[in-house]
């Protein structure tokens, strides 16, 4: 069992930069491949990157340039930079935890699940 716990989330203006925690506890939690998405209001929830322990990433090709993700498996903590923050960026962040080694956007591949932060960007 992996207990994942996103934070790090708030109010920004557009322009600014957030960086989200996804602090991972249980057994093993460092080996698993990790991803954040978010969802806004209204909206499906979306595939941001995927990472896993070698620190290889995979992003949606719209998140690359903006979105950085990283991860201490030391600490077991996955990170997301958020750059050049935007109001359509509006919505609840959420990590996940899937299979060794595979960096998926498919939403089926994880299996674990943090509750999700709210990040608001204001114009």
């Known amino acids: 069992q992996v207990q994942l716990v996103e934070s790090g989330g708030g109010r920004i203006q557009a322009g600014g930069s957030l960086r989200l925690s996804c602090d991972a506890h249980?057994?093993?939690?460092?080996?698993?491949?990790m991803g954040w998405f978010r969802q806004a209001p209204g909206k499906e929830r979306e595939f941001i990157g995927s990472?896993?322990?070698?620190?290889?990433?995979l992003y949606e090709d719209s998140m690359e340039g903006r979105f950085s993700i990283s991860r201490d498996n030391e600490k077991n903590i996955m990170y997301l930079q958020m750059n050049s923050l935007k109001p359509e960026d509006t919505a609840v962040y959420y990590c996940?935890?899937?299979?060794?080694?595979?960096?998926?956007?498919?939403?089926?591949?994880?299996?674990?699940w943090g509750l999700g932060t709210q990040v608001t960007v204001s114009s």
């Open positions: 996940a935890a899937g299979p060794s080694g595979i960096l998926t956007r498919s939403e089926n591949e994880y299996i674990y």
């Open positions: 249980g057994r093993s939690s460092n080996w698993y491949g």
């Open positions: 990472i896993i322990y070698t620190g290889e990433t």
